[in-house]
């Protein structure tokens, strides 16, 4: 049974920062795209960033470019993203997903995905 499970969601002021993580179980991580993506209140989810199998190449949002940072560690199955100057509409519930095919922006490009973990920026 494959699971994506995100942690370290939480309430930060903006300026702040937070580190989020997630963990795999189920699939050959290093075999995996791996992405998170954001939805806020009222919106469509949307890409924030991704990462190649083995982590060389990695894609962001133009809103999150310079602000946040993918990383994919395949001996622990567990993908990060690092998230600075963090600003009130960066509240969202931040996804975590899989593809075994390839990179995509888009939510139907990915194939596993967890159940979220809430960030919230106050302004």
């Known amino acids: 049974q494959v699971q994506l499970v995100e942690s370290g969601g939480g309430l930060v002021q903006a300026g702040g920062s937070l580190r989020l993580s997630c963990a795999v179980s189920?699939?050959?991580?290093?075999?995996?795209?791996m992405a998170w993506f954001r939805q806020g209140p009222g919106k469509e989810r949307e890409f924030v960033a991704a990462?190649?199998?083995?982590?060389?190449?990695?894609f962001y949002a133009d809103s999150v470019r310079g602000r946040v940072t993918i990383s994919k560690d395949n001996a622990k199955s567990t993908m990060y993203l690092q998230m600075t100057s963090l600003k009130p509409e960066d509240t969202a519930i931040y996804y975590c997903?899989?593809?075994?095919?390839?990179?995509?922006?888009?939510?139907?490009?990915?194939?596993?995905w967890g159940q979220g973990t809430q960030v919230t920026v106050s302004s």
């Open positions: 990462s190649s199998r083995i982590g060389d190449n990695t």
């Open positions: 997903a899989a593809s075994p095919n390839s990179y995509s922006n888009i939510p139907a490009g990915y194939t596993f």
């Open positions: 189920g699939l050959t991580f290093r075999n995996y795209y």
